[in-house]
C-alpha cells in the first residue's frame, strides 16, 4: 500500500529525464505527483480511524546482519504530513516558473524531493529513516544553489553543513540508541530503551534533539534558515518550510517523545522554554525585518516554536495540537511564500520601503494582496482559518503542564499580528507608486495554486474535526505511552541513577 | 411551529454568503456588470436575514430555545457553538439587521462613486455575521472567535480607502489594539476551561454560584476577561483606536459606533457573573467606565472633527455602560445598548449626509445648514435628544433606571456625563446648523434618496422607541420619573444643553471659545496625549526590542557560526605554508601529536599519580 508513493515520484524523475521534450517536464511532473497525491488521500480514506498504532505495514528484509530492513507503515501522525507533502508538490510545481531554465531538471528534483519525505515519513526502520533524511538534501541543495537568488552559494554551503550535521547527530543518536540498549535491529518496533540509564538515555535525546532542533529550526541553531528561505526560489522555499522543516518535527515527536517517554517528562520544561524562545525570538526579529520574504521566514521560526512547546507538554490535546500546527503552518507558509514570491516576481522587489499599493484594483495585485491578508491573518490566528483551529489547541493543550509558556506563546501570537500588519500595510496599502506600477497582469491561471490553498485554509479553519480526526487515535496512543509508564520508570530510572 | 427559531442559525450564514457573492465582484473576476451588484446581493441577503429572524423573534418571544452544533472534538476537548434564541438575542439581531440594512441602503449614496464598493459591502457582510453570530453564541469561546472576527473586519474597513497614510496608521492601530484586548481575553479563555470546564454561559453562571477560587486566580481571571470588552468598547486606556478609525468611510463608522463597539458591552454583560468572583475586577470595571465616560465626554468637547467628537461621546457611553454592568445592572444597561445604538446611528446619519457634500469634517468651518438642510436638521436634533436624558425619548429611561440603582459619587459621575453630552451635542448642533453660512456651506443641499430614506426612517424608530419599550413591556415603572435621581438628571441634561447653546447658537460669545487655561484644552484636544504615550512606551519597548534581538541575531548568532566557518577557512589557509618539504618539520609535528594523544590516553592514569 506504501510503496507506491515511493516509487510513483521517482519513476515520474526517471521518465522526466528520459523523455526527450524539456517543455513537457511540468506536465510530467504534474501527472506523476497527482497520481501520488490521490494516492495519498486514497490511503487517508482507507485508513482506520480506531487504530492509533502503526498501519499499511511492509516489511522485506534488506541487509540483515546491519539490522536495515525495507520498513514501512504510517500511522496519524504520518499520514496527514503524507498528503501534506503531496499537495505542497503540485504547488511547487506551479510556483513562479517565469524564464524557467533546465526545468527538467529542476521538476525530477522536486519529484525526487517528494519521494525522499515520503520515504522518511514513511519508515519504519531507524537506518532506513536517515538514507532518506540525508538523501534528500541533495535535489534541495540543487535547487537552492542552481535556481537561487544573489547569495545562492553561500545560502547552499550554509544549509547543507547545517542540515548534514543534523543528519549525523541523528545518525550518532540512532547507533547509539540500538547498540547502547543492545536492540535486535534498527526496526522501530524492536528498540527497547528501557535497558538503557538515564544519564545515556539523555545524551541520545539531546543529540537528537539538537539534530532535529537544526532542521525545525530551533533557536540558536536557525541561522541557516533565513538565509537558505530567502535565497531559494520560491518554489524551493515553499518545500522546504512547507514540509522539509517538519521533518525536523515529526521525527522530535517519533524518536524523542515516542521512544523516550520517561526521559521526555525530564526535559519537557527545558524544552517548552526553548520553545517559547524561539516564538518569541523568532517573532521579534520579523518585526525588525525589511525584506517580506526574510520577515516570512523568521515567522516560520516563531510558529515552528508552538509545536515544540505543545510536544513538550504532552498532553492529548497539545500532541494533537502539534501535529495539527504542522499541517496547519505548512499550508500558510506555502501559501505565505506563494505570495511572496509572485510579489517578487512582478514587482521585482521584496524591500518593504519599496513596496506600496498593491490593493489598487487596476494597476496593482489586487487578488494577491487579497489572499496576502488572508494568509498573513491566517497566521496570525485569526478565528475561521486553519492557524486558530491549530493554535487554540496548542494553547489550550499545553495550558494545563506550562502556564507561562503558553501565555507567552499567547503574547508573541500578538507580536505576529504586529509583523503580518506591518507587511500589508506597507505593502498592500498605501499609494501605488506611479513610476514604478507597470506591472504585468496576472490572471487566475497564475494565481490558482494560492486559491487551492486559501480554500484548504478556510475549509479547514471552519471544520477543523476534518484536520483532527486522522491524528486522534494516534495521540492517543502516543500520549497513552508517554503517561502511564512514565511515573514508574522515573521513578526506576532515578533509582538506578542514585 | 418553530421552523424559524430552530433554523435561526441560518442568519449568519445568510451573511456569510454575502460575503462571498459580493467578492465575486470585487477587481479581477466579474468585470462586465461593474460593482454595484455585489451591493444589491448583499441587500437582498441581509433583508432575508432580518426578514428569518423577525420571524424567528415572534416564534421565540414566548418560548426561548436552545441547541448546540460541535464545532470540534479533540482528546477531551469538546468544542460546540451554542446557540441561544431568546427574545433577548434575537431582538438584538433584529435591531443589529435592521441598522445594518439601513446602513447598507445609506452606503449607496455615500459610495456612490467609490471603487471599493463591492470591497465594501463585502466587509460590512462579514461585519453583519460576526455580529449576528456574536449575538446568538451562548458561549465564551465562540464570543472571543466573534470578536476577534469583527477585530479583522474592522481594519479592514478602516483601511477602506487604503491609499491615504491616516487611514492606514487608523487601521494598524485599530486592529492591534483590540487584538492585544482579545488576546488577552484568549488568556482567560484558555484559563477558564480547566476550571470550569465549560464555556457555555449558563453552566459558567451556575459554576460561579457555586464555586470557591482563590482570590488572586479569580482577579487575574477576571482582568483577562474584561480586556476584552476594554477594547472592543474603546476604554481607557485603550480608546484611541476608535478615534483613528474615523479614517474610515461614514457608513462603517455608523455601524462601528452604533452597534459593533457594542457588541464588547454585550459579552462584558454575560461574563459579567464570573467577573463578580472577584471584587476587585468588578471595582476595576466600575472606575475604568466612570473614568473613561467622564474623560471621554469631556475630550468629546474639544474636539473639531465631527466624527471625533462622536467617537468620544460612543467610549462615554460604553464607559456608562460599564459602570451599570458593575454595578449590577444589566437589564438597564441592555436597554441603554438598544435605545443608545438608534440615537448614535440617526446623529451620524445626520453628520454623515453634511461631510458628504460639504467635504469639510472640521465643525468650526460649518454654519448656518438648518434652512439648507431641514430634515438632516430634525434627525440630528431627534437623535441628540435621544442621546441623553430627555423624556420620554430612548436613552431617557436606561439612563435614569441606572441613575437610580448608583451610589452618589457614580451618580455624579453621571449627570457629569450627561451634562457634558448634551452641552456637546448642543455645541455640534449650534456650529453645524446655526450661525452664519460660511464659504463650505454655501451649496449644501439634501442629499440622494439612498441617503435620506434611511434616515427618515431611524428617525420614525427612534421617535417610537418609547411606544415600542412600551409595547414589549420594557419600560421601567413610571414612579422612576419622579425620583430626585431622575429629576436631577433631566435638570443636568439642561444645564449642559442650555450653556451648550448659549455660546455656541447665539453669537453672544466670540470663537473660538478658549480655556482660561490653554494646557487643559489642548490636554483634552489632544486625547490626554494617548498617542503620546503608546509612542514612547508600548511601541518604543517592542521596536526596540525587535531591533535588539535582530542585532544579536546578524552579530552575534549568526557572527559566531560564521567565525566558525572563517576560523576553519583561516587555519587552512595558514596550514597549507607549513607543507614546506622539511623533513624535521613533519617528523617533530608527528612527535608532539603522539605526545599529545599520549597524554589523552594516559590522562586516567594521571590522577592516579597523586
Redo the contacts between chains.
Keep these: 500500500m506504501l510503496t507506491p508513493l515511493l516509487l510513483i515520484p521517482l519513476f515520474g524523475a526517471i521518465a522526466i529525464a528520459l523523455y526527450p521534450k524539456p517543455q513537457a517536464s511540468r506536465t510530467i511532473a504534474t501527472i506523476f505527483s497527482l497520481v501520488t497525491l490521490a494516492w495519498s488521500l486514497y490511503l487517508l480514506s482507507q485508513f482506520d480511524l480506531n487504530i492509533g498504532e502503526i498501519q499499511f505495514t511492509e516489511f522485506h528484509r534488506w541487509i540483515d546482519p546491519l539490522g536495515l530492513n525495507y520498513s514501512l507503515g504510517v500511522d496519524g501522525l504520518s499520514l496527514p504530513l503524507l498528503a501534506l507533502n503531496g499537495l505542497l508538490t503540485i504547488i511547487a510545481l506551479y510556483t513562479n516558473r517565469k524564464d524557467m531554465e533546465r526545468s527538467r531538471l529542476h521538476d525530477s528534483l522536486i519529484l525526487l524531493i517528494n519521494a525522499g519525505i515520503a520515504g522518511a515519513l514513511m519508515s519504519q526502520n531507524l537506518l532506513f529513516f536517515i538514507i532518506f533524511y540525508e538523501l534528500e538534501l541533495i535535489p534541495f541543495y540543487l535547487l537552492i544553489a542552481i535556481w537561487g537568488g544573489e547569495k545562492r552559494g553561500y545560502a547552499s554551503t550554509?544549509f547543507i553543513l547545517y542540515t548534514a550535521v543534523s543528519g549525523l547527530l541523528v545518525l550518532a543518536a540512532f547507533l547509539g540508541i540500538t547498540f547502547l540498549s543492545h536492540s535486535p535491529s534498527f526496526e522501530f518496533s524492536d528498540i527497547a530503551i528501557d535497558n538503557l540509564d538515564l544519564t545515556s538515555q539523555l545524551i541520545l535525546l539531546t543529540a537528537l534533539l539538537i539534530g532535529f532542533g537544526i532542521k525545525i529550526p530551533l533557536?540558536?541553531l536557525?541561522?541557516w534558515m533565513p538565509d537558505t528561505y530567502v535565497e531559494a526560489s520560491p518554489s524551493t522555499t515553499i518545500l522546504l518550510g512547507g514540509i522539509f522543516a517538519k521533518l525536523g518535527t515529526y521525527g522530535l515527536l517519533r524518536f524523542g517523545l515516542q521512544l523516550f517517554p520517561a526521559t521526555w517528562h525530564i526535559i519537557s520544561p527545558s524544552l517548552a522554554i526553548i520553545g517559547t524562545v524561539s516564538v518569541i525570538?523568532g517573532a521579534?526579529?520579523a518585526?525588525?525585518?525589511r525584506d517580506i520574504k526574510r520577515m516570512v521566514a523568521y515567522s516560520s521560526i516563531g510558529h515552528m516554536g508552538y509545536i515544540l512547546v505543545a510536544a513538550a507538554a504532552g498532553?492529548?490535546?497539545s500532541v494533537?495540537g502539534a501535529i495539527a500546527q504542522m499541517i496547519a503552518h505548512g499550508l500558510i507558509l506555502a501559501l505565505l511564500f506563494f505570495l511572496v514570491g509572485i510579489v517578487e516576481q512582478t514587482t521585482g522587489t521584496r524591500d518593504l520601503d519599496v513596496l506600496n499599493?498593491l490593493?489598487?484594483?487596476?494597476r496593482g495585485l489586487?487578488?494577491t494582496s487579497?489572499l496576502l491578508?488572508l494568509a498573513g491573518?491566517a497566521s496570525a490566528g485569526?478565528?475561521?482559518l486553519v492557524g486558530?483551529?491549530a493554535e487554540?489547541?496548542v494553547?489550550?493543550?499545553s495550558?494545563?503542564t506550562f502556564?507561562i509558556p503558553?501565555?507567552l506563546c499567547?503574547?508573541s501570537?500578538?507580536?505576529t499580528?504586529?509583523y503580518f500588519?506591518i507587511l500589508i500595510?506597507r505593502t498592500?496599502?498605501?499609494?501605488?507608486d506611479n513610476v514604478r506600477a507597470y506591472y504585468t497582469r496576472l490572471t487566475?491561471n497564475d494565481q490558482w495554486p494560492a486559491l487551492v490553498l486559501t480554500a484548504i485554509v478556510l475549509f479547514l479553519g471552519v471544520q477543523?474535526?476534518w484536520l483532527?480526526r486522522w491524528m486522534?487515535p494516534t495521540?492517543?496512543t502516543l500520549v497513552s505511552e508517554l503517561h502511564a509508564p512514565a511515573i514508574v520508570q522515573i521513578a526506576e530510572i532515578d533509582n538506578s541513577y542514585r | 411551529m418553530n421552523t424559524f427559531s430552530q433554523t435561526v442559525w441560518l442568519v449568519p450564514i445568510y451573511s456569510l454568503f454575502g460575503v462571498l457573492l459580493a467578492l465575486l465582484w470585487?477587481?479581477?473576476l466579474i468585470r462586465r456588470t461593474g460593482p454595484r451588484p455585489a451591493g444589491y446581493v448583499s441587500l437582498l441577503l441581509t433583508s432575508f436575514a432580518l426578514l428569518h429572524s423577525v420571524l424567528a423573534l415572534k416564534e421565540v418571544w414566548s418560548s426561548p430555545i436552545q441547541f448546540s452544533v460541535?464545532?470540534?472534538?479533540?482528546?477531551?476537548?469538546d468544542i460546540a457553538f451554542d446557540v441561544e434564541a431568546s427574545a433577548t438575542t434575537v431582538g438584538a439581531l433584529v435591531v443589529i439587521l435592521s441598522l445594518n440594512l439601513l446602513t447598507q441602503i445609506y452606503a449607496i449614496a455615500y459610495l456612490e462613486m467609490d471603487?471599493?464598493w463591492a470591497r465594501f459591502y463585502a466587509l460590512i457582510a462579514l461585519f453583519e455575521a460576526g455580529m449576528s453570530a456574536l449575538m446568538l453564541t451562548n458561549s465564551l469561546f465562540f464570543s472571543?472567535?466573534m470578536l476577534?472576527?469583527l477585530?479583522?473586519g474592522t481594519?479592514?474597513l478602516i483601511?477602506f480607502w487604503?491609499?491615504?497614510?491616516l487611514?492606514?496608521t487608523g487601521?494598524?492601530d485599530g486592529?492591534?489594539t483590540k487584538?492585544?484586548g482579545d488576546?488577552i481575553l484568549?488568556?482567560g479563555v484558555?484559563?477558564l476551561?480547566?476550571l470550569a470546564g465549560t464555556w457555555n454561559y449558563d453552566e459558567l453562571t451556575v459554576w460561579a454560584s457555586t464555586v470557591d477560587l482563590d482570590p488572586t486566580v479569580a482577579t487575574l481571571l477576571g482582568l483577562a476577561l474584561l480586556a476584552g470588552p476594554l477594547a472592543k468598547c474603546a476604554q481607557f486606556p485603550l480608546q484611541l483606536w476608535l478615534d483613528e478609525a474615523m479614517e474610515g468611510p461614514m457608513p462603517a463608522t455608523v455601524l462601528r459606533n452604533a452597534v459593533v463597539v457594542s457588541t464588547g458591552a454585550w459579552v462584558l454583560i454575560k461574563m459579567q457573573p464570573i467577573l463578580n468572583l472577584s471584587p476587585v475586577v468588578v471595582n476595576a470595571e466600575i472606575a475604568i467606565g466612570a473614568f473613561t465616560a467622564v474623560s471621554c465626554a469631556a475630550i468629546a468637547l474639544a474636539q473639531i472633527d465631527i466624527k471625533r467628537v462622536f467617537s468620544y461621546a460612543t467610549s462615554s457611553y460604553l464607559g456608562v455602560v460599564f459602570v451599570a454592568v458593575g454595578t449590577g445592572q444589566q437589564d438597564a444597561a441592555l436597554m441603554l445598548l438598544l435605545t443608545y445604538a438608534i440615537a448614535m446611528a440617526l446623529i451620524l446619519m445626520s453628520v454623515g449626509g453634511i461631510i458628504l457634500n460639504n467635504i469639510s469634517q472640521d465643525i468650526t468651518q460649518l454654519g448656518g445648514l438648518w434652512k439648507r438642510r431641514p430634515i438632516s436638521g430634525i434627525c440630528f436634533v431627534v437623535g441628540a435628544l435621544s442621546l441623553v436624558a430627555v423624556p420620554p425619548l430612548g436613552c431617557f429611561w436606561g439612563l435614569a433606571s441606572i441613575a437610580n440603582g448608583l451610589s452618589p459619587l457614580l451618580l455624579a459621575v453621571l449627570l457629569l456625563v450627561n451634562g457634558l453630552t448634551a452641552c456637546s451635542l448642543a455645541r455640534v448642533f449650534g456650529l453645524l446648523f446655526t450661525g452664519p453660512v460660511t464659504d463650505w456651506t454655501r451649496r449644501s443641499p439634501e442629499g440622494l434618496w439612498a441617503l435620506v430614506l434611511p434616515m427618515t426612517i431611524l428617525l420614525g424608530f427612534a421617535l417610537h422607541v418609547p411606544q415600542s419599550l412600551a409595547v414589549l413591556g420594557l419600560l421601567p415603572n413610571l414612579a422612576l420619573v419622579t425620583q430626585p435621581a431622575t429629576l436631577l438628571l433631566m435638570g443636568s441634561t439642561l444645564m449642559g444643553g442650555g450653556v451648550g447653546l448659549f455660546l455656541y447658537a447665539f453669537s453672544t460669545v466670540s470663537k473660538p471659545i478658549r480655556l482660561p487655561i490653554p494646557g487643559v484644552q489642548d490636554f483634552l484636544a489632544y486625547d490626554f496625549y494617548t498617542a503620546q504615550l503608546y509612542k514612547v512606551t508600548v511601541i518604543a519597548i517592542?521596536?526596540f526590542?525587535?531591533?535588539a534581538?535582530?542585532w544579536c541575531?546578524r552579530v552575534l548568532?549568526?557572527g559566531a557560526?560564521n567565525l566558525v566557518g572563517l576560523l576553519t577557512l583561516a587555519s587552512g589557509q595558514s596550514l597549507k605554508y607549513n607543507t614546506n618539504g622539511q623533513m624535521q618539520f613533519y617528523a617533530l609535528s608527528i612527535l608532539l601529536g603522539t605526545i599529545f594523544f599520549g597524554l589523552i590516553l594516559c590522562y586516567p592514569l594521571l590522577s592516579a599519580l597523586h
Design positions: 550554509k533557536v540558536p536557525h541561522t525570538y521579534m526579529n518585526i525588525a525585518q498532553t492529548e490535546l494533537l499599493g490593493m489598487n484594483p487596476i489586487p487578488l487579497g491578508i491573518m485569526i478565528p475561521g486558530f483551529a487554540f489547541v494553547f489550550q493543550g495550558f494545563a502556564p503558553t501565555l499567547i503574547f501570537s500578538g507580536l499580528a504586529v500588519v500595510n498592500c496599502f498605501g499609494k501605488l487566475i477543523p474535526n483532527l486522534e495521540t492517543t | 470585487s477587481p479581477s460541535n464545532w470540534l472534538h479533540a482528546a477531551n476537548l471603487w471599493g472571543y472567535v476577534e472576527i477585530t479583522l481594519y479592514l483601511g487604503f491609499n491615504q497614510s487611514v492606514v487601521a494598524r486592529f492591534l487584538r492585544v488576546l484568549l488568556m484558555v484559563a476551561y480547566p517592542v521596536g526590542l525587535a531591533k534581538i535582530n541575531d548568532v549568526d557560526v
